[in-house]
Antibody
Framework: EVQLVQSVAEVKKPGESLKISCEGS????????IGWVRQMPGKGLEWMGI????????KYSPSFQGQVSISADKSINTAYLEWSSLKASDTAMYYC???????????????WGQGTLVTVSS | EIVMTQSPATLSVSPGERATLSCRAS??????LAWFQQKPGQAPRLLIF???TRATGIPPRFSASGSGTEFTLTISSLQSEDFAVYYC?????????FGQGTKVEIK
């Protein structure tokens, strides 16, 4: 059974750094892209970026380029989303996702993690 | 970037009635279109991919159609568990943007 298990909720102050994680299981981790989706409180879904865990190639949505960093460690089947300096506007639920098809990101995004709630407040 | 526009923003429907949701792409996405359902406090769930193929475990009261720029999701007879927010998403181009969502609420 494919599972994406995300790290627990975080409460941070503005200016702090943060790295949240997403561990994949039940499939060959390096063969499937992993994506990150943001959902601000009461709002819709926004695509942030993706990574190929096999070679660490990344792609970012223009809105998130330079704002976050996506990485992966295929030896432990884990992808990461990282901020170097959080803002209050980063308060949101963050989901990691995996597509239906292998070795492509032009595929329906079938599997979703349970979400990590990040709260940034002074 | 391809812009996805959903209508209406909110749909008020009585249980047992039919609901029809629309999604429009700013340029052709072929049939590379998915629909998701999201209930409060839950992660989105994939309902439909390739514009009209139901994902595993999705009941047949959910159907979808369309190609190119115009797409429709139909729920034939709304059950209590179907009241939720529905999103369309294109995956034909980068980034695979979502529509803004349609909330299906109880009338």
């Amino acid at each position: 059974e494919v599972q994406l298990v995300q790290s627990v909720a975080e409460v941070k102050k503005p200016g702090e750094s943060l790295k949240i994680s997403c561990e994949g299981s039940g499939y060959i981790f390096s063969r499937y892209w992993i994506g990150w989706v943001r959902q601000m409180p009461g709002k819709g879904l926004e695509w942030m970026g993706i990574i190929n865990p096999g070679d660490s190639e990344t792609k970012y949505s223009p809105s998130f380029q330079g704002q976050v960093s996506i990485s992966a460690d295929k030896s432990i089947n884990t992808a990461y989303l990282e901020w170097s300096s959080l803002k209050a506007s980063d308060t949101a639920m963050y989901y990691c996702v995996r597509p239906y098809g292998s070795e492509t990101y032009y595929s329906a995004w079938l599997y979703w993690g349970q979400g990590t709630l990040v709260t940034v407040s002074s | 970037e391809i812009v996805m526009t959903q209508s209406p923003a909110t749909l008020s429907v009585s249980p047992g009635e039919r609901a029809t949701l629309s999604c429009r792409a700013s340029q052709s996405v072929s049939s590379n279109l998915a629909w998701f359902q999201q209930k409060p406090g839950q992660a989105p769930r994939l309902l439909i991919f390739y514009a009209s193929t139901r994902a595993t475990g999705i009941p047949p009261r959910f159907s979808a159609s369309g190609s190119g720029t115009e797409f429709t999701l139909t729920i034939s007879s709304l059950q209590s568990e179907d009241f939720a927010v529905y999103y369309c998403q294109q995956y034909n181009d980068w980034p695979p943007k979502f529509g803004q969502g349609t909330k299906v609420e109880i009338k």
